[in-house]
């Protein structure tokens, strides 16, 4: 405002800077965004660098850090440059603007003249038309507001504007995307097709955006949890329920898997399939995916282990397997654990017959000894056994890859001797 009184030539260029936009923020929050851009700024290929130093520079002004926040602001010009890889461009306006105004500031008018010219003069700069401002300008105050959480609707506009000025920044387009979606988020608002047929374009003209990515992504559970809010539209669909719970597993947790499966069952406990759908989310849950979660309690695994012995019964011609999955159950079992070893025994004494079967029942006894009972020689020989049989399968597929990776000479020959499968 005092250098809009003394040259009218500034009221303009003065629009385009931090100075201008009506930034205020409170001491404490000043002090919290120093710690967001000090993160900010060691973020690896972070494209919005310059316009982090630009507005850090301005936040250090405003703490009453002048000469910090020349520094911020000479480092600023030299990312933006380093960015496009050019020396002068319209993307150093907006911090021509705060460089002006910080000499203007410090009593240096001489210096803060100089900048002033540098955006009326440059060739490289046009001067926009009257009613519009540079793309850059958009961008970097869209992306300031948006730093500063501040009117989400304004972000979205500027962000949509500077992206169809200048389409092949793909940073802006994408931006102009994640701020409509927390702008929709913000309002409560359901998103529509349209957004997130953008979004879906988007993470495919930006796939390194991880952040665009994580909303895409959690916007599908939001769609997964939906899908499964009519509980008693669920039954009676055996693939459909399938995959909804392949669907909860992965996008949102193995444990409300379960709390949805049990739902169901509860709503239909007639139906035979959806046992089976239940005890295998426990499975995944307990066996599979130990791993990602923490330990199950014993009171899950209580659940699981009548809910698999009454799938021996339920399905009289899947015994084999049910069997081995009951078994991989128990091991997991605090009080019960040597039921595992006797169901494999019993299993291993009465061989099956057909070639495949034997393959499951020796690859799964294989697993068992190795992360159960911690005998990986044993391990090993049944693998082995898994591999001699030419039959094609997942079970010797996998068998082969363990053994692969062991460097014995003896198991290295014994696979160079392997019998090839016929069919
Ligand atoms: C506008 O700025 C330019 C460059 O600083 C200067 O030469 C010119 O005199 C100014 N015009 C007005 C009307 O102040
Ligand atoms: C973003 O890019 C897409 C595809 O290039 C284009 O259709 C869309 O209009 C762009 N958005 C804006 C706001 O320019
Ligand atoms: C759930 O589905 C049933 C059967 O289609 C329907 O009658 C019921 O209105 C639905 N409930 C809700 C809350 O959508
Ligand atoms: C597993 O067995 C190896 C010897 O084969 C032993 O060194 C190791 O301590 C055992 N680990 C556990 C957890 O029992």
Sequence with gaps: RQIANKNSNKTVFLNKCH??????????????????????????????????????????????????????????????????????????????????????????????????????????????????????????????????????????DYFEKAASMQPDMVEWNTSYVIASFNAHKNNNMRLDTDLLEKMRQAKERDPENLYLAALYLEQHAAEVRELAGNVSTLCCSNSGMWTLLNLYRKYISADEAIVLAEKVLKEHPDVRFLKRLVAFCYRWRIVYKSRNYPDPEQSMVDRAIPLHEELLKLYPDDTLENEIDLATIYAKSHHSKDKAEQIYQKLLTNEPAVPKDKQMLYNRYATHLYFNLNDSHRSIEYHMKVAAIPEKSSFRKNSIRVLKKNKDRGIEEFLRNLQEPTQ
């Design 19 to 156: 100075f201008t936009w009506d930034l205020d923020c409170s001491k404490p929050k000043l002090l919290r965004l120093t710690h967001k851009m000090e993160d900010f700024s060691t973020e690896k290929g972070n494209r919005w660098l310059g316009h982090n130093y630009n507005l850090w520079g301005f936040i250090q002004y405003k703490l009453g850090l002048k000469e910090e926040a020349k520094g911020s602001f000479q480092k600023a010009a030299k990312t933006l440059n380093k960015l496009r890889n050019a020396d002068e461009g319209a993307w150093l306006v907006v911090n021509y603007g705060n460089l002006a105004w910080l000499h203007h500031d410090l009593g240096e008018l001489e210096e803060s003249q100089a900048y002033l010219s540098k955006v009326h003069l440059h060739p490289e700069i046009p001067s926009p038309s009257q009613d519009k401002l540079h793309p850059e300008i958009y961008a970097e105050k869209a992306w300031t507001l948006m730093f500063l959480k501040k009117d989400m609707n304004l972000v979205v």
